[in-house]
């Protein structure tokens, strides 16, 4: 989506191309669509652990179809919840200067709901789900056992570090709001308003998809150990490759 944003651009910088159809307008909606899609694979983490380590009893919430299953149901309700709110205000339009669709920024109610939608709900829910489990925690005391504590303090630094990943998210949308603010108080649009705002969106895209990887411990075990054997793997070959020419010199 990204890259066919950026050529896009290119090309209307380039050919003064317009891009203004409907299939635009889609594009930006789903664009919207997936950029909420993204924080709420973190939401779904944080829940995971929630469940683990406050509501461990409940099993059916630990189940891998239920998380198989939740993106969808996600995808549908974030779905309709954007359409129902950015259509009525215009959320997404084409921008001439850019030469893409997305919400615009000087759309103040629609870009300020898209950033509630997308970003500020996912964000509370991680923050909520963090501090209710640090609660928790510090009420248990000295009940649990020390494999159980050991688990939890696990889950407790994953969250965390969830949280943490989706704060320097924010802060890289800083500059993009200075300048929204700037055009609430002066009411001048910069001219690169929008390319100074998705700057920040496509490095946050690009740090989530990493960041997601390193953040569960299960993907992250599962490359190491490609890493790991890509590595053995040359060295086996070469030891059955020194083992054989012992052989050979052996039996000369």
């Keep these: 989506m990204l890259i066919s944003t950026n050529i896009r651009s290119i090309l209307g910088d380039l050919y ?22 993204l924080y709420m694979t973190f939401v779904n983490q944080a829940f ?13 919430f630990q189940s891998v179809k239920l998380y198989i299953i939740l993106p969808f149901i996600e995808i549908i309700i974030l ?18 200067n850019d030469h893409f669709c997305y919400a615009t920024f000087i759309n103040i109610p629609g870009i300020l709901s898209a950033a509630v939608i997308v970003y500020i ?25 020390l494999v159980v504590k050991q688990r939890q303090s696990r889950d407790l630094l994953i969250t965390r570090r969830i949280l943490i990943i989706v704060s320097l998210l924010f802060i890289l949308g800083i500059p993009a709001m200075t300048l929204v603010f700037m055009f609430i108080i002066t009411g001048e649009e910069h001219p690169l308003l929008a390319r100074i705002a998705f700057f ?19 993907l992250k075990n599962i490359v190491q150990n490609l890493r790991t054997t890509k590595t053995v793997t040359p060295v086996n070959r070469a030891m059955r490759g020194t083992i054989q020419m012992r052989k050979i010199t052996g039996t000369q």
């Design 200 to 218: 920040p969106v496509s490095v946050s895209q690009t740090g989530l998809s990493v960041a997601l990887l390193f953040s569960i411990p299960q």
């Design 48 to 60: 995971y652990r929630l469940i683990r380590i406050v509501y461990s009893q409940s099993r059916w």
């Design 79 to 96: 779905t309709v919840i954007l359409l129902t709110v950015l259509i009525p205000l215009n959320g997404v339009t084409y921008l001439p």
């Design 121 to 145: 709900s996912p964000f509370c829910c991680i923050l909520f789900i963090y501090i209710h489990i640090t609660r928790f925690i510090h009420q248990q005391g000295n009940i649990q056992t």
């Design 16 to 37: 003064n191309q317009s891009f203004d159809s409907s299939w635009c307008i889609f594009s930006g909606y789903l664009a919207l669509v997936l950029l909420g899609m």
